[in-house]
């Protein structure tokens, strides 16, 4: 029944329009070619959209992965520098007859730089992530 009512309409529709003076209907025609042009316009605003997101999604992968391959190289230097406190440590701790005192400070030396490299690792990423 709704599919008679519609058709009614649009033949009343197009009775209508026959009806109508020559430049009312081309100013109908121009107003609808503008409307499909605004259609158009808006389908490839969306794809360009589309396209842009995608382009930005996959800049930030790369950026992942060049963050992640970075994280590893620092995380290895600073795993190295710890075990090379660790080493120092083992070591002057084994020479009894040095003063406590030279070997606090060799320790402390050490671990201030292990320190300085973390904290500029960890202001790098902070920096990088825009926190």
Do not use: C
């Amino acid at each position: 029944m709704a599919t008679k009512a519609v058709r009614k309409r649009s033949s009343a529709e197009r009775s209508r329009k026959s009806a109508l003076p020559r430049e009312v209907r081309a100013a109908y025609g121009e107003i609808q070619r503008g409307v499909s042009h605004l259609d158009r316009s808006v389908a490839e605003i969306q794809a360009g959209l589309r396209r842009a997101e995608q382009k930005i999604e996959a800049d930030a992968r790369r950026r992942i992965a060049a963050l992640r391959k970075e994280a590893r190289t620092d995380l290895k230097a600073l795993q190295s520098k710890q075990r090379e406190a660790a080493r120092t440590l083992k070591q002057l701790s084994a020479a009894a007859g040095e003063s406590w005192q030279e070997i606090k400070r060799s320790a402390d030396s050490i671990l201030a730089e292990a320190r300085a490299a973390a904290a500029a690792i960890a202001n790098r990423f902070r920096n990088a992530l825009g926190t």
